[in-house]
């Protein structure tokens, strides 16, 4: 079945500094999906990509699709205490919320130390 | 974006009784509703598919029987976790999709369920 390869598990890093992690797949998907989960929480859609080479932004958020369909990355810049928690990606096949189950990354733990 | 409400968002169970988790979409219409699972530390495993006024389709090694389903409105689905034993202990979560292309799936808050 299709799997999601998402790197880093986990980073530990500075107030301020820039983070970026990323997700490549086995398999073509349609939609690249970043979601962020608190502890106790469902996970809240960050940014959603519908285009291979799309490149969108959400505030200090920016994440990419990548061009052959397989990979996407998403970077955070300049960050802060309230950044921590666990992001995953997901890639879907088909177009919105009806089309398709998500399949979800591992997810990467960030940790930011003040 | 569009709210998904999911209750309760914890319940403790004695094994062998049966709980309901509910699922509501509060403005708009959810065709579809997805019904995940997630153990601690881990990603989220989709349990089963619904969409409103079928059957729902259960994903490899979920036990329709077990994991009683239904989706009987575009607003509201019901995951009914029957017999529980301690190892059905998780994190649930739903999530609600509606038409159009845009509109992507939303997700509930989540129900920690404790079989003791």
């Known amino acids: 079945g299709q799997q999601l390869n998402q790197s880093p598990q986990s980073m530990f890093i500075q107030e301020g500094e820039d983070v970026s992690m990323n997700c490549t797949s086995s398999?073509?998907?349609?939609?690249w999906l970043w979601y962020k989960q608190d502890p106790g929480e469902g996970p809240v859609l960050l940014i959603a990509?519908?285009?291979?080479?799309e490149l969108t932004s959400n505030g200090r958020l920016t994440a990419q699709f990548g061009i052959t369909r397989k990979d996407s990355f998403l970077n955070i810049s300049a960050s802060i205490p309230s950044d921590v928690g666990i992001y995953f990606c997901?890639?879907?096949?088909?177009?919105?919320?009806?089309?398709?189950?998500?399949?979800f990354g591992k997810g990467t733990k960030l940790s930011v130390k003040p | 974006g569009a709210v998904v409400s999911q209750h309760p968002s914890w319940v403790i169970c004695k094994s062998g009784t049966s709980v309901k988790i509910e699922c509501r979409s509060l403005?708009?219409?959810?065709?579809?509703m997805f019904w995940y699972r997630q153990f601690p530390k881990q990603s989220l495993m989709l349990m089963a598919t619904?969409?409103?006024?079928?059957?729902?389709?259960?994903e490899q090694g979920v036990e329709k029987d077990k994991f009683l389903i239904n989706h009987a409105s575009l607003t509201l689905s019901t995951l009914t976790v029957t017999s529980a034993h301690p190892e059905d202990s998780s994190f649930y979560i739903c999530?609600?999709?509606?038409?159009?292309?845009?509109?992507?799936?939303?997700f509930g808050q989540g129900t920690r369920l404790t079989v003791v």
């Open positions: 997901a890639g879907q096949l088909g177009y919105g919320g009806s089309q398709g189950n998500l399949i």
């Open positions: 398999s073509i998907f349609n939609t």
């Open positions: 999530s609600a999709g509606g038409r159009g292309l845009d509109t992507e799936a939303f």
């Open positions: 619904s969409n409103e006024g079928s059957k729902a389709t259960y």
């Open positions: 990509l519908y285009k291979a080479g």
């Open positions: 403005d708009f219409q959810a065709t579809t």
